[in-house]
């Protein structure tokens, strides 16, 4: 049997043909995989809308309620107060403590809506900044005014160190009472017996830090991570007793980034906590968002 000779260029074509047919099947798989990247992305888009969606919702509902809040308790406390004076006639031993008790959770509710209704306006956005000079001695007095009735009636002694030789600062000192009111108050809710001592230090040329430490309970290093996130609360005995949004601190951190800061804890367990607040002694021209 004689072999028939292959043609000139036969086994040539065959390669040609089959790099073709490869780069087919490659150019189809390329597509495919193209047009499932780009159902993907359009898939993240939707969600990304939905969940856009779902904030604006949550920061409306937020804002609503709590504006509807703020309305009853603001009558309650004026009845209450209208009690205290006894304009309609004076009120016993024990009746008097009932309308305190009632002032007193009308506030808390207050202030709980106040978060609420502070985190609702930082997530829309609609949070301004109105920075102007100030000095420091003004602040402090400010707050130990606001505390006074508080400390009179409680076992715990507040300290306000004179901020002798510091600066005047240019920012949003309302900004900047909320994050120390915040502190404050609650270093005197988780401090049974010492003291509370607010101070302010120079950190650098550029930056000051505004601190308030106690001498309550402390709080276990694993637990320091999360302090600030919304919603968050140590799970304690007198947490429980203590009840609150969870909204304070994370609002302290959000006040602290919009001025150009940000907030820290140092605490151990049994020896009370120190939390603070670092910020420039003049705010950033441009505004300072979260990222």
Known sequence: MVDCPTPPGADD??????LRAEADALRAELEDTNQGVLALYAELDTQAEQLRQASDLKSRFLSYMSHEFRTPLGSILSIASLLTDELDGPLSAEQHKQVAFVSHSARELTDMVDDLLDLAKIEAGRITISPAW????DLFAALRGM?????????VDLIFEEPVGLP????????????????ISN?????????????????????????????????PPELHGNLFEDFSQIDSPLQKRLRGT????????????????????????GAGSTFFVIIPLSIPS???HEA
């Open 13 to 18: 074509s065959a390669l040609v043909r089959q």
């Open 134 to 137: 100030f000095d420091m001695f």
């Open 147 to 155: 505390f006074r009735p508080i400390v009179n009636a409680s076992a």
């Open 168 to 183: 005047r600062l240019y920012t949003d000192d309302k900004k900047l009472a909320q994050i120390l009111r915040n502190f």
């Open 187 to 219: 270093a005197l809710k988780f401090t049974l017996q010492g003291e509370v001592r607010v101070s302010a230090h120079m950190l650098n040329p550029t930056q000051i830090r505004f601190a308030v430490s106690d001498t309550g309970l402390g709080i």
């Open 246 to 269: 969870g909204l304070g601190l994370s609002l302290c951190k959000r006040f602290a980034a919009l001025l150009g800061g940000s907030v820290g804890v140092d605490s151990v367990p």
């Open 286 to 288: 441009e505004p300072v």
